[in-house]
C-alpha cells in the first residue's frame, strides 16, 4: 500500500507524559534507563527502555530533553502508573521531581512523504521531530511527533492538513518501532523486541536496571528471538501467542502491538516478537481457548535483523 501520498497532523492515541525535572534529573534517568541521558542533545528525542533488574522490558519510551534540567518521557498510557510509581521509588535524595502531565500535554503525531527533507514549506511540520527510532514506514512515508498544552491542540491542528489517528497508529506499528503496552509489560529483553537496531539501548553509558543481562545478551550472543513484521487477514493483539507449524505446541512468540490497515480491507499488521528458529515457518496467531487463530504472513521491515542466532 502506498501512502506517500499522506500528509497532515493527528491525534497520537494512547500515549501519556511524565515530565522529570530537577538539577539530578538526568544523571537520575541515566541511571535508571538504557539511554545515555547525561549527553542526551536538547530537542533531539531518543528511543530508550526502562527493565526490571532481570533485563525485561517494563516500559518503551520516547525521552525529549526540552531543557538541561528537564525531560518529558512519553511511553503507552497502560504502563505510566506503574512505571511512574516504580521510578518514584528510586529518586531517594536526587533532586529530581516526576509528574504526570498527561492531561496538561498531548502528543501529536505527524506523517510526512517520505522523501521529505525540508519542512521549512510546511509551517505545520515545523515544531514536529522524527519518531526515534525508525521514523521511516517502507510505504513511502515518514512519522513525527510532538507535545503540545492540551488547551492549544485544536488550534493547532487546524494549522495544517490532518490524518485519521488510525493512520497514524497504523503507520507506527510498520516503522517497526516497539510499544510495550500492560499486556507485554516484563516479556522482552530489549534485543528481542530490536530494540539496540534502532537506537534505544547505549552499550558505553553506566549501569541500570538490566544492564547486566541486556549486556550479556549482546556480547555473549544469547538473542535467539528478533522482532519482525506480519500480516494477518483478521485482528491481532498485544500479548496475543504466535504458534509455527514446526512446534504448534509451544508458542513461538508474541504479538508486541497491532494495528489495521486503514482501508477497510480487514487486514492486521502487527510486529511479533518471534524465535528465529520459527521465522520461515508456517505462523498462526493463538485464538481463544486453544483455537486457532489467523494465519500470520512476515514482511519486511524498514531496517535489517540479524536473522541468525548471535
Not at 7 to 21: D, I, K, N, R
Request: charged share 15%.
Amino acid at each position: 500500500m502506498d501512502t506517500s501520498g499522506w500528509q497532515g497532523l493527528t491525534l497520537a492515541p494512547g500515549f501519556g507524559v511524565v515530565e522529570a525535572v530537577g538539577d539530578d534529573a538526568a544523571t537520575f534517568l541515566h541511571g535508571q534507563l538504557s539511554q545515555d541521558m547525561v549527553h542526551l542533545a536538547l530537542n533531539q528525542p531518543a528511543l530508550a527502555a526502562y527493565c526490571s533488574p532481570k533485563g525485561r522490558m517494563l516500559a518503551s519510551l520516547w525521552v525529549w530533553r526540552t531543557a538541561p534540567d528537564r525531560f518529558w518521557l512519553v511511553m503507552d498510557a497502560s504502563v505510566l502508573p506503574a512505571t511512574l510509581k516504580r521510578l518514584r521509588m528510586f529518586v531517594l535524595r536526587a533532586k529530581c521531581t516526576l509528574t504526570d502531565l498527561s492531561d496538561r500535554m498531548t502528543v501529536v503525531g505527524g506523517v510526512l512523504p517520505e522523501a521529505t527533507v525540508d519542512t521549512s514549506a510546511l509551517p505545520w511540520a515545523a515544531s514536529l521531530a522524527p519518531v526515534p527510532g525508525q521514523p521511516r514506514t517502507g510505504t513511502g512515508s515518514r512519522l513525527a511527533w510532538a507535545i503540545w498544552p492540551t488547551d492549544e491542540v485544536d488550534a493547532r491542528l487546524a494549522e495544517g492538513p490532518r490524518v485519521e489517528a488510525a493512520q497514524w497508529s497504523w503507520l507506527l506499528v510498520l516503522t517497526g518501532v516497539p510499544r510495550i503496552t500492560a499486556p507485554t509489560v516484563d516479556q522482552f529483553v530489549p534485543q528481542m523486541v530490536n530494540l539496540e537496531l534502532i537506537g534505544g539501548v547505549n552499550f558505553q553509558k553506566g549501569c541500570y536496571p538490566g544492564q547486566e543481562v541486556v549486556a550479556r545478551s549482546q556480547y555473549r550472543g544469547t538473542t535467539k528471538r528478533r522482532l519482525f513484521l506480519l500480516a494477518a487477514a483478521a485482528d491481532v493483539a498485544a500479548g496475543q501467542e504466535v504458534f509455527s507449524d514446526r512446534d504448534p505446541g509451544q508458542p513461538a512468540g508474541m504479538v508486541v502491538c497491532a494495528a489495521p490497515q486503514p482501508d477497510g480491507s480487514g487486514t492486521w499488521h502487527a510486529l511479533v516478537e518471534l524465535k528465529l528458529a520459527a521465522m520461515d515457518a508456517g505462523l498462526q496467531a493463538g485464538g481463544p481457548d486453544g483455537a486457532p487463530g489467523p494465519v500470520l504472513q512476515r514482511l519486511a521491515l524498514p531496517y535489517e535483523v540479524p536473522t541468525t542466532e548471535a
